[in-house]
Nanobody
Framework: QVQLVESGGGLVQAGGSLRLSCAASGRTFSSYGMGWFRQAPGKEREFVTA????????YYADSVKGRFTISRDNARNTVYLQMNSLKPEDTAVYYC????????????????WGTGTQVTVSS
């Protein structure tokens, strides 16, 4: 198993940037495809982005494509989410997740989850 801890959330003005980090422990980090999800109050959790075990392939939800960038540093057992040009609608709790698969874009395939970090974008 793997344990995940998110950090880097906070309050930012619209148009600003934040960089989230997800630190992993347990099994070898490179064994997992990684993803970011988010959940706004009153809404279902939604997929944001994912990255393969090696970091070669990435996938983004249309809502964040061109603004967000996922990356990973397997030497540090960390995955990152660089968020630029933030919008108020990006406000949510952001969750890091790990899958046994190479990569996955749906929640059902993710076995391990962090507890989330709050991102609030003000107008």
């Amino acid at each position: 198993q793997v344990q995940l801890v998110e950090s880097g959330g906070g309050l930012v003005q619209a148009g600003g940037s934040l960089r989230l980090s997800c630190a992993a422990s347990g099994r070898t980090f490179s064994s997992y495809g990684m993803g970011w999800f988010r959940q706004a109050p009153g809404k279902e959790r939604e997929f944001v982005t994912a990255i393969t075990r090696s970091g070669v392939q990435t996938y983004y939800a249309d809502s964040v494509k061109g603004r967000f960038t996922i990356s990973r540093d397997n030497a540090r057992n960390t995955v990152y989410l660089q968020m630029n040009s933030l919008k108020p609608e990006d406000t949510a709790v952001y969750y890091c997740a790990a899958t046994d698969l190479q990569i996955a874009t749906t929640e059902r395939w993710y076995n391990y989850w962090g507890t989330g970090t709050q991102v609030t974008v003000s107008s």
